[in-house]
């Protein structure tokens, strides 16, 4: 089993940046592969960027590509998203993820588990 919790999100202005984390507890984080998602108002949950248990490995969704950063410390048992530049279209819960794998999981039916998500809103 592995708990996850996301924090950092909130209310900020279009062109502001946020730092999202999420912590991991139980499984050998360093085992795991992570993953980030979103899920706006109204849409279907779609994944964000995904890393592979060290951090050698990154992928990332076109819609994000060059804003979002996603790094981990296995030390810590952290995964992060840097968000900059948001939109308003950044708008939505975001979700971490983790797969039982060492490589990077870009597909949502992959993960095995999920936190609870973290609101992010940007505004006009």
């Known amino acids: 089993q592995v708990q996850l919790v996301e924090s950092g999100g909130g209310l900020v202005q279009a062109g502001d940046s946020l730092k999202l984390s999420c912590a991991a507890s139980g499984r050998t984080f360093s085992n795991t592969a992570m993953g980030w998602f979103r899920q706006a108002p109204g849409k279907e949950r779609v994944i964000v960027a995904a890393?592979?248990?060290?951090?050698?490995?990154?992928y990332y969704a076109d819609s994000v590509k060059g804003r979002f950063t996603i790094s981990r410390d296995n030390a810590k048992n952290t995964v992060y998203l840097q968000v900059d530049s948001l939109t308003p279209e950044d708008t939505a819960v975001y979700y971490c993820?983790?797969?039982?794998?060492?490589?990077?999981?870009?597909?949502?039916?992959?993960?095995?588990?999920w936190g609870q998500g973290t609101q992010v809103t940007v505004s006009s």
């Open positions: 993820a983790a797969a039982r794998s060492f490589g990077i999981v870009p597909i949502e039916g992959k993960y095995d588990y």
């Open positions: 890393i592979n248990w060290s951090g050698s490995s990154t």
